[in-house]
């Protein structure tokens, strides 16, 4: 007879079975697109459009053979165990995969068929695609875009699908599909047809680095009215707009709801955040990784805005224009990018948003000393099982916090609630309030007794 463990043990099994030979036939079609279009030159809008929906119906397949037919209720059974979630063998394929293709996107993708005298090999590909929406060859970033959004819009149908009971949810990843898919990328590139400036609206700086660039502040002042409102937007975005609403909300409006690196970590990164690191050592690195990153960013673009303004490239000795050219490399494409995404099945899924992030610094900041949110704790009812520490994708011991009756208040929570969607005693509670912003995180609400005031009593 087959008892529970062994039931469990040979699901997990089938599906990391099922996980190997779907992840086989993925990479397997999507190393057909690539040499196809790479070695046959093929450029042709249908093949292009069938390859994608191809691939768009595994995914949702595959996402409704796992949770279509079975109850409601978030089920993680066999994530240690799996080969790709489990840091096996198809999480180093995949993360290899995802390494190469961002290391050819941002430095060598001549060799993915850029070229200004007509795009030929993958990027070719996309030409006709391009074409279609603002009458103009790919980019490596058109190619990029489409697929970054495919892969927030599929995954994203597949998180729905596994968290369909929890409303919070269901809204704020219909929220990342909305706007990934009209925000960053349609509007950016109808915009792009009309001859006007190319404008991510919910992009802001420190994440969008190049806003302070001469070159672009030059082209946005050239763009008539258009132009000037995009950066009075983008003012407003970074002095206005953002503090109301993290004061109002936490940093999860634009981490959990609206940013595009959150967007896709919460979506095709969801199978890998259980592998988030929790210990001190991890969260003393990311205090350092993160606030550094942020100083860096900001020494950066007073240096930009400083050479804008007087025409001088230096600055206390320090070159800026190389400074930002380092800047772009290192942070905005390596890390952000090859780290950032690359390596989600090895380290997590919310690796930059972590340790690299200067916007999740800025706002984890403000979310930490001036903000409402914070998430509540239930103590009592608590029984340690540990499940909201485990899936915390930022890293955090949420356990601890609830064992101690203590409201949890960290910078670096992103708000996604899936701590307090997968405890099993509805101890955590994400929640917004004025009254008490500066004693948030003193009160306990559990009874502590300390050893003196224990008695035996004869
Ligand atoms: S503490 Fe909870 S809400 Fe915050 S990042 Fe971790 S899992 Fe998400
Ligand atoms: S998931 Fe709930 S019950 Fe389990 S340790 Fe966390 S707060 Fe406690």
């Known amino acids: 007879m087959l008892n529970h463990s062994n039931f469990i043990r040979s699901k997990s099994l089938i599906r990391s079975k099922f996980q190997v030979i779907l992840i086989t036939i993925g990479l397997g079609i999507l190393l057909g697109i690539f040499c196809l279009a790479q070695f046959t030159q093929i450029v042709s809008f249908g093949l292009l459009v069938s390859l994608l929906l191809s691939i768009s119906l595994i995914i949702i397949y595959y996402s409704k053979t796992l949770y279509a037919n079975l109850p409601e209720g978030i089920k993680n059974n066999g994530v240690w165990t799996g080969t790709l979630t489990g840091r096996g063998v198809s999480a180093w394929i995949l993360g290899v995969v995802l390494t190469c293709f961002y ?30 929406f603002k009458n103009q060859p790919a980019s490596e970033w058109f190619v990029y875009g489409t697929l970054y959004t495919l892969a927030i819009i599929l995954f994203g149908i597949k998180f729905i699908w596994k968290y ?78 953002s503090p109301i609403l993290t004061y109002l ?18 979506t095709a990164g969801d199978s890998f955040r259980h592998l988030s690191d929790k210990s001190i050592k991890a969260w003393n690195l990311e205090r350092y990784l993160i606030y550094s990153v942020l100083l860096i960013s900001v020494v950066m673009t007073i240096g930009v805005l400083y050479s804008y303004k007087t025409g001088v490239n230096t600055l206390l000795g320090i070159n800026t224009y190389e400074l930002r050219k380092w800047y772009g490399f290192i942070i905005g ?114 009874i502590h007794i300390s050893e003196d005031s224990l008695r035996i009593l004869n």
């Open 164 to 241: 369909r009971h929890n409303k919070y949810q269901l809204l704020r990843t219909i929220s990342v599909i909305f706007f990934q898919t009209a925000f960053a990328f349609l509007l950016p590139e109808f915009m792009l047809r009309l001859n006007l400036p190319f404008n991510d609206f919910k992009n802001m700086w420190p994440l969008n680095y190049y806003f302070f660039d001469s070159s672009h502040l030059e082209e946005l002042m050239h763009a008539g009215n258009i132009g000037w409102f995009m950066l009075i937007w983008g003012l407003a975005m970074i002095f206005l707009i």
């Open 333 to 446: 494409a390596a890390f952000s990018g090859v780290i950032g995404v690359g390596f989600y099945p090895l380290l997590g899924s919310r690796v930059w948003c972590r340790f690299g992030c200067p916007m999740a610094a800025i706002l984890g900041i403000q979310q930490k000393f001036f903000s409402r949110f914070r998430i509540t704790t239930n103590g009592g009812q608590c029984i340690s099982c540990g499940n909201c520490s485990t899936y915390c994708e930022m890293g955090i011991d949420v356990r601890a916090y609830a064992q101690r009756g203590q409201n949890i208040v960290r910078a670096s929570c992103v708000g996604c609630g899936i701590c307090a969607a997968v405890c099993p005693r509805g101890v955590l509670r994400l929640e917004n309030g004025s009254a008490d912003i500066s004693t948030r995180t003193t009160q306990l609400k559990t």
């Open 249 to 266: 909300y936490g940093k999860r409006w634009y981490c959990s709801w609206v940013c595009g690196c959150g967007g896709l970590a919460e």
């Open 103 to 132: 290391i050819l996107l941002y430095w060598f993708p001549h060799i993915l068929g850029l070229s200004s005298s007509g795009n030929t090999g993958i990027i070719g590909f996309f030409d006709p695609l391009s074409q279609f």
